[in-house]
């Protein structure tokens, strides 16, 4: 259903109704989910801008929570089966599992201070409250495993968030190096490094941009460089100042990768299409005087169908290449 996301977090459903149509039918949804799926916790994640868009109000908490009795919360009794939205547990409102003093506290961890995942055999902690998206980049998972299994020698993330691309190749490289802007992204990731026992992996907050270049006047080298940027085009008035940061995060990359090496490159940009993205890592290898090979053209995950008819659905690109000299 467009403008609808339902990620799913072990027994925790994380929600998220980014249109008028979808947030008429939210109370209606959550019903199903429960009826469908009977999840541990229903957490609406509705924080994101583009509902503003929509004349939607910014909402972020605990919709629904398994319990054995009903609980009196700040808007009422609610009882486990249909209701109206007046019914919904208030966000701001006390929500405590019988068995722990934490708010959304499940057998594998809370909603507000983390909830522990496994995602091909690599363990993350992440935060559906307060993590960016829904807590994690699910749409990334099947990108990890086609990194994976190309990537080799010194490797570099570049905007790595949680560690997601850096924990999943660090099995195939010598030594990887995470690095972030955010200091609470650095943070979270170093956890999941733990979790891990990943010790040939570090993590480093800095600008990329500025990182890449000071690393090219370093004269430093890799073998596998991931790019994984956030939207650069958020609106189609922004697509030709994202397209010069696009080129230059991967000239950058490019004039840092050593030959035979792999470059992994996303954008998550829907305004930004598949050919057009193409065309900027072209102009950036004959800027580089680098020659690249396309391995593979991916997008996100499965479990994120793009329609036929709505261009805007195929909004992740994800190409593998490899630098031949």
């Known amino acids: 259903m467009p403008s609808l996301i339902v990620d799913i977090y072990n027994q925790v459903f994380v929600i998220q109704t980014l249109s008028q149509g979808a947030e008429r039918l939210k109370s209606t949804l959550v019903d199903l989910l429960m009826e469908e799926f009977k999840p541990e916790i229903v957490v609406e994640r509705n924080d994101g801008r583009v509902r503003e868009f929509e004349g939607l109000e910014l909402r972020t908490g605990v ?3 398994r319990v054995t009795e009903p609980r009196k919360v700040a808007t009422g009794t609610y009882h486990f089966g249909s209701r109206t939205d007046e019914e919904f547990i208030n966000p701001q409102s006390e929500i405590r599992n019988p068995k722990s003093s934490d708010p959304g506290a499940t057998a594998r961890g ?15 902690s992440v935060s559906p409250l307060s993590g960016q998206k829904t807590g994690a980049f699910l749409d990334q998972r099947e990108n990890y495993l086609a990194a994976r299994s190309l990537a080799h020698g010194r490797a570099l993330d570049c905007f790595t968030f949680n560690g997601g691309f850096a924990l999943h190749i660090a099995s195939a490289c010598d030594g990887v190096l995470g ?17 891990n026992h990943a010790r040939n992996v570090e993590f480093r907050a800095a600008n990329v ?16 460089i991931v790019l994984d940027p956030p939207a650069f085009a958020k609106n189609r008035s922004s697509v030709t100042a994202a397209a010069r940061g696009y080129k230059e995060i991967n000239l ?21 299409s598949e050919a057009m993205f193409l065309g900027i890592i072209a102009e950036a290898a004959l800027d580089a005087r680098r020659r690249v090979q396309i391995i593979e053209k991916r997008g996100q995950s499965g479990d994120h169908p793009v329609l036929l008819g709505v261009p805007e659905t195929h909004y992740l690109k994800c190409v593998i290449a490899r630098a031949i000299s």
């Not at 809370?110 to 993350?124: A, K």
């Not at 941009?209 to 596998?224: H, I, Q």
């Open 179 to 195: 690095i972030d802007i955010s200091a609470d992204a650095i943070a979270a990731a170093q956890r999941n490094a733990e979790l």
């Open 252 to 272: 950058r990359a490019l004039k840092l990768l050593n030959p035979g090496g792999i470059l992994v490159t996303c954008t998550c940009s829907y305004h930004l």
């Open 209 to 224: 941009f500025d990182a890449l270049r000071e690393m090219e006047s370093a004269g430093e080298n890799f073998d596998t």
């Open 110 to 124: 809370s909603v507000t201070s983390g909830i522990e995942i496994n995602q091909h055999g690599i363990r993350f």
């Open 63 to 65: 919709l629904y929570e």
